[in-house]
């Protein structure tokens, strides 16, 4: 106790240093934790926008078709859509069928990818179909009703309620064509994606393709609270044996994104290394010059009898106060930093006009933090070790101070 109390007093004998390394220490907790808790909220809203459009926070797939695309590989999903909506954590799942096709005007025609939806529940959970009015959608799965990119009706240079014809490749191999009315527009903000959408029902494009029944993939739509834990070993165990269908996750399905998340972070983790650097220097140098002012005093406690031993803890126990009130400030303003973030957001609209797109995916421009509790608790005490470790050197050059050279240093 008298060890901590004498550290204490030696902190504050110079005020402004110690403020200052507490404050340095503060703030860069504070923009540690603030930007993870954004970054792990903005990836968040990020997946949820992608998963929902695409393939779902788990994806079911015949072979391989989640990397090759190839439109062969559809399958009858019989009772599967129902037996997994009834897992506790589903909130949806949505049936898709995906050809590539050919879409032509009475002027121009365009390669397109059109897709077959239930529009009931497409609507349901994907944000961009949510956009559309009741009157501008797809009225059945049999309807001749389509969805159309905005970039592709203008390169179709069609309007709504117009008709185009599609022309797709019949499982037979033979083509097959059918006249569709543009029902309504979608726009994504994704170009590629733009240029080429098409949805119709499902039954009608299935029945173009001559595979009635069928889908490429069967989206599966988590409630929010089983997102962090998704029960893909419950789908799996669910499949038909019999078939080669095969149940993934949104990370395997949709690799870019994945992969621009990962890179995303580690340029993050490069940023806080590098912010954790100079507060470990800014430490040393703060306590290095404790010492040095306080070489006389050392020298004499140790011609008085006290042990090297003593002094190197009371060095440590320092740097330990310092880090312990300096991580006291930063989680008080991380915590208060990351609580606006979660109730009013980053409107990134303030600097950026267009769409925001990641990943191929394109998010809501407001971006909002989320609580990442061990984390921070992680983050604060790792301070902790680095102000301990910061310590060294200063309480090791304590320790060696010869007596008879102290008294004669001023």
């Known amino acids: 106790m008298d060890l901590l109390r004498l550290a204490w007093r030696n902190l504050w004998r110079n005020r402004r240093r ?37 393939s779902g926070h788990i994806g079911i797939y015949a072979g391989d078709y989640a990397l090759s695309r190839e439109e062969t590989l559809s399958y009858l999903p019989g009772e599967l859509p129902r037996t997994i909506t009834g897992l506790a954590d589903v909130q949806q799942v949505v049936p898709r069928l995906y050809l590539p096709g050919l879409a032509q005007s009475s002027r121009e025609s365009r390669g397109i990818l059109l897709t077959g939806i239930n529009p009931e529940l497409e609507r349901q959970i994907n944000p961009f ?18 969805l159309i990119g905005d970039r592709l009706m203008d390169e179709l240079k069609l309007k709504p309620g117009q008709k185009l014809v599609i022309t797709v490749q019949h499982r037979d191999g033979e083509l097959a064509a059918e006249l569709f009315r543009i029902r309504g527009v979608v726009r994504t903000g994704v170009k590629e994606v733009d240029h080429s959408l098409v949805m119709v029902g499902l039954n009608r494009a299935g029945r173009l393709a001559g595979i009635p029944g069928q889908v490429h993939e069967l989206a599966v739509i988590l409630h929010d609270s089983a997102v962090d834990r998704p029960p893909l070993k419950e789908v799996q165990a669910l ?122 995916v394109v998010f809501d421009p407001i971006l909002r933090a989320r609580w990442d509790w061990p984390w921070m608790a992680g983050m604060g005490l790792l301070l902790m070790g680095i102000c301990l470790l910061a310590s060294l050197y200063p309480a090791r050059k304590a320790a060696r101070i010869e007596p008879a050279r102290a008294m004669r240093h001023h």
């Open 18 to 54: 110690t403020l200052l390394t507490v404050g340095a220490i503060g703030f860069s907790l504070l923009l540690i934790q603030t930007f993870h808790n954004l970054a792990i909220g903005s990836y968040r809203q990020m997946v949820n926008s992608g998963v929902r459009s695409g």
């Open 239 to 360: 499949l038909p044996t019999r078939n080669d269908v095969r149940a993934l996750s949104w990370e395997e399905a949709m690799p870019n994104l994945a992969d621009a998340i990962k890179l995303d972070y580690a340029s993050q983790k490069f940023i806080f290394a590098v912010i954790l650097l100079i507060v470990s220097i800014g430490l040393i140098n703060t306590l290095l010059m404790s010492v040095m002012e306080r070489i006389r005093e050392f020298g004499i406690l140790i011609a008085l009898g006290t042990r090297p031993a003593r002094l190197r803890a009371l060095i440590a126990v320092e740097a330990l106060l310092l880090g312990a009130v300096g991580m006291t400030v930063g989680c008080a303003l991380g915590s208060g930093a990351t609580w606006l973030l979660i109730e009013y957001g980053l409107d990134l609209r303030w600097f950026i006009t267009q769409e925001l797109e990641f990943g191929g």
């Open 129 to 146: 179909l949510k956009r559309i009015p009741d009157d501008r959608m797809i009225r059945g799965l049999d309807s001749r009703d389509a």
